[in-house]
């Protein structure tokens, strides 16, 4: 296991109710259902070793989406609330780096190290993980801490929510991030 800088932020994407929904499931069951346990052991880490944290909300614009914020699903989910103080960005695509000052805001506290989490792997998870990766961060990606759904690829195919969030892991492993582990930043 390494041992990450002190200074590694956190960034937790969208763990808010929105993602509860039922829509999201239609076309299969998600995967990781102890994501949200990982989630808030890394929180209650980072809290007690006063770390960096950075919670990412989305504030859909889209009229049907969960993630409105005039909607119930626009709440933190409870494993992921953000204590008074710490930093909630909201952002309105999938990349938490696109339209906020999270660039703006990590670099000015020499933050070079990030371990990401949160949902959903192959959408606002891997856009802000390939920004930050092509913006120069040093990124920790936590397979454990993230999770997604099934999803039918081009050809009508069911793949499951292990498989999809595999190949999106696969698609960022090396190039924009290491995968890790929750015991691996947690160690």
């Known amino acids: 296991m390494e041992k990450l800088p002190f200074n590694t ?24 259902p102890q994501a949200e346990a990982n989630v808030a052991a890394m929180l209650a880490a980072w809290r007690r ?16 989406s969960s993630y409105r914020p005039d909607g119930p ?24 780096f696109i339209g906020t000052g999270l660039d703006e805001w990590l670099r000015s ?11 959903i792997t192959n959408n606002s998870v891997e856009a802000t993980v390939r ?14 801490a993230c999770f997604t759904f099934a999803r039918k690829d081009r050809s009508g195919r069911l793949r499951t929510a292990d498989e999809v969030h595999d190949l999106s892991l696969a698609n960022m492993d090396g ?13």
Do not use: C
């Open 9 to 32: 932020a956190l960034l937790v994407i969208d763990l808010q109710k929105a993602i509860d929904d039922p829509r999201w499931a239609l076309i299969g069951p998600r995967n990781n």
């Open 109 to 119: 506290r020499g933050i070079a190290t990030l371990a990401v989490a949160g949902v």
């Open 49 to 64: 070793d006063g770390r960096p944290i950075v919670h990412i909300r989305h504030d859909s614009v889209e009229p049907d």
């Open 73 to 96: 699903g626009h709440a933190f989910k409870e494993e992921a609330r953000p204590l008074p103080g710490e930093t909630v960005i909201g952002k309105q695509v999938n990349s938490a």
């Open 175 to 187: 190039e924009y991030a290491t995968v890790v582990d929750t015991a691996a930043v947690l160690g």
């Open 131 to 144: 920004m930050a990766g092509n913006l120069g961060y040093d990124v920790r990606l936590v397979a454990d």
